[in-house]
């Protein structure tokens, strides 16, 4: 339903060469994309990566240095009550009054939109029901955290974002939000989320932005990103490096990309059964053990390492040939 | 607790005036369910009247009429009460809603800000009127405290103008103190030196030193005293009404206004609990990644 939706709307939101700098830090250096009206959306990236930052600019919270942006046809600098009062935001590090009961909260805060969702079904939908007439600091940790989701979605917003919406959530809690963004999403709510979870990216986004010093590094749908390094298996082997520079020539004979990091070999190539042949040949020559030797095919989360890996390694002897 | 109305599935542009009687109702209930600022900004200046009770006696005006000294020193306490309730109380309240993200949470909302800083003011003002009636029926009823029917009005007047202006510049307050934790001392240390020259709790002796007088003059609360002493004063004759003092108090709330419409920060100051993914959560990917299966 989604690319239905998105054949005849415009774009939910469009974002051309954004920048933002922190003193010397770039924090976001020219992002561009668009989210489609109806689409789950995700920026995935480490902590640092410049998702937050994206996702206040988008909101309205924080401005920005460079780029054009345009949400549901309004630039959120401006910030105007009319663009407020069509989004929904889970901030993260957001408080809420002690004191309030949650229906209270809830009722207190839909009041400042000009639509609302009713408050027991938004209580049902978090998985707060039964809850709604306890004092908010009674509440634990995740309890609090469905309390952002359920402000959030309380105005029925067209475009909602979530900033880490499961940080701090067990596993069930987890798994009951992203049924949650599901239910959302069936009703053809607009979602842009952060997160540095693999699998919920995978479970909960139609496309996704993978973003590292806050430079786009991959999009796709979650199975093309997989999809496009699923053909590469993983070699990896420790052994003594020699000083003489043989391992070059083992390097150069290879099909795949290799990477040596100290004593440790890592191989990613499409001929694993030719390269684990030409590896281990070279290793019987010289009378090597090859140690930890292992064939790996890389999950989705080596692929998002690998891809956002150059950006934040510390590692600064990577070697590479082939 | 106030019944709650929901406005289930209706599409209804909130007013904006509608919006704002809705704050000020949610910053009372708020208020009330905080025993803590509630003893200190209400108990805490009737304690005051108490002492005083049991320290002064009657005081005679001459023409062989006695009045309680209560006359003199519940109005003035009276005022410390409003300023405590709109200064102390919403510097201190509204930088500590900062530092727990309550006001960034509100900032998301389509609330245009003027009506929740409006609702905040307004909240402060109703605080204010309750604690002064409630320290006058005190001392009305105890010490035999009196006001003229003809009076009331400039009273009240004052005494709203008086809260009000304080209200805002408690909202300065908050928008220059960099953090809910140092809110108290600097609203402390500015409020009570500010209030022994303001003749509050005692009046400055025959001869005051120039400067104590000139402080006095200067700052907004002995404007604020005078005008509303002047309602309760055996010895005035006359209207009660002092256009003048309420100017002066007036031009302070404006000058509060400004300084909180020029530096008011709806964020956490970097340290004190905000700061986005750079914060606390840092430091977990490597572990939190290992959920993912493929």
């Known amino acids: 339903m989604a690319s239905l939706a998105a054949v005849s709307a415009s774009p939910a939101l469009t974002v051309s060469g954004l920048g933002k700098s922190y003193g010397d830090v770039r924090a976001v250096d020219g992002l561009s994309f668009q989210v489609e009206p109806g689409e789950v959306f995700a920026l995935l990236g480490p902590n640092g990566a410049g998702k937050s930052t994206t996702v206040e600019i988008l909101e309205g919270h924080r401005s920005r240095d460079a780029g054009t942006v345009e949400v549901l046809g309004h630039d959120p600098e401006a910030a105007s009550s009319a663009f407020r009062d069509r989004i929904g935001i889970v901030l993260q590090e957001v408080g ?4 309030l009961t949650v229906r209270e909260a809830l009722v207190h805060y839909g009041a400042c939109y000009s639509r609302r969702r009713p408050v027991d079904e938004v209580l049902e939908l978090v998985g707060l029901a039964g809850l709604g007439d306890r004092r908010t600091h009674r509440l634990s940790g995740g309890q609090k955290r469905r309390i952002d989701l359920a402000l959030g979605i309380i105005g029925d917003p067209d475009v909602l974002f979530l900033d880490e919406p499961t940080t701090g959530f067990d596993p069930s809690a987890r798994r009951q939000a992203w049924e949650m963004v599901d239910g959302l999403r069936s009703l053809g709510t607009t979602i842009v989320l952060t997160s540095h979870y693999m699998d919920e990216v995978q479970a ?7 973003i590292a010093g ?10 093309e990103l997989r999809g496009s390094m699923d053909r590469e298996t993983a070699i990896r082997a420790r052994f003594p490096l020699e000083a003489d520079g043989t391992v070059d020539a083992l390097l150069g004979g290879l099909a795949g990309r290799a990477t040596v990091r100290g004593d440790r070999l890592e191989l990613r190539t499409e001929q694993p059964t030719a390269d684990l042949h030409r590896l281990t040949e070279w290793a019987l020559e010289r009378g090597l053990e090859l140690d930890d030797l292992e064939v790996v095919r890389p999950t989705l989360e080596d692929v998002y390492l690998d891809l956002v890996g150059d950006d934040t390694g510390a590692d600064g002897e990577d070697g590479s040939g082939g | 607790m106030a019944a709650v109305a929901e406005h289930t599935g209706t599409d209804r542009v909130p007013s904006p005036l509608g ?7 949610y910053q009372n209930r708020v208020f009330r369910r905080v025993p803590i600022s509630a003893f200190f900004t209400l108990a805490f200046p009737l304690m005051f009247l108490l002492l005083f009770g049991a320290i002064f006696d009657e005081v005679s005006i001459g023409g062989g009429l006695e009045v309680d000294a209560a006359q003199f020193y519940a109005p003035g306490l009276a005022v410390f009460t409003a300023a405590s309730a709109t200064y102390t109380n919403i510097g201190i309240s509204t930088a500590i809603a900062r530092d727990e993200g309550i006001l960034r949470r509100i900032r998301s909302t389509p609330l245009p800000r003027w009506c929740y800083l409006g609702g905040v003011v307004g909240s402060g003002v109703c605080i204010a009127v309750f604690g002064v009636a409630l320290m006058l029926a005190v001392g009305a009823a105890v010490y035999g405290v009196d006001v003229e029917p003809d009076r009331i009005a400039p009273a009240a007047v004052t005494m709203v103008v ?20 140092s809110s108290p001392a600097l609203a402390q240390a500015t409020m009570l030196p500010m209030a022994f020259v303001s003749d509050v709790f005692v009046p400055l002796g025959d001869d005051p030193a120039r400067w104590l007088v000139v402080a006095g003059d200067v700052l907004p609360l002995k404007a604020f005293v005078k005008a509303f002493f002047t309602a309760f004063d055996p010895y005035h004759t006359g209207s009660a009404w002092e256009p003048w003092l309420l100017l002066r108090i007036g031009l302070w709330g404006v000058l509060g206004a400004v300084v909180a419409a020029r530096r008011f920060r709806w964020e956490p100051s970097v340290g004190t609990g905000g700061g986005g993914s750079r914060g606390r959560r840092s430091g977990g990917t490597g572990s939190q990644l290992g959920q993912s299966t493929d």
């Open chain 1, 204 to 210: 909960l986004a139609d496309r996704v932005l993978v």
């Open chain 2, 162 to 181: 008086g809260s009000a202006a304080f209200a805002m510049l408690g909202l300065a307050l908050a928008a220059v103190v960099p953090s809910g934790q």
């Open chain 1, 214 to 223: 806050g430079r786009a590094v991959a999009e796709g749908t979650p199975d």
């Open chain 1, 96 to 99: 809420i009054e002690r004191e």
């Open chain 2, 19 to 25: 919006q704002m009687v809705r704050q000020i109702s």
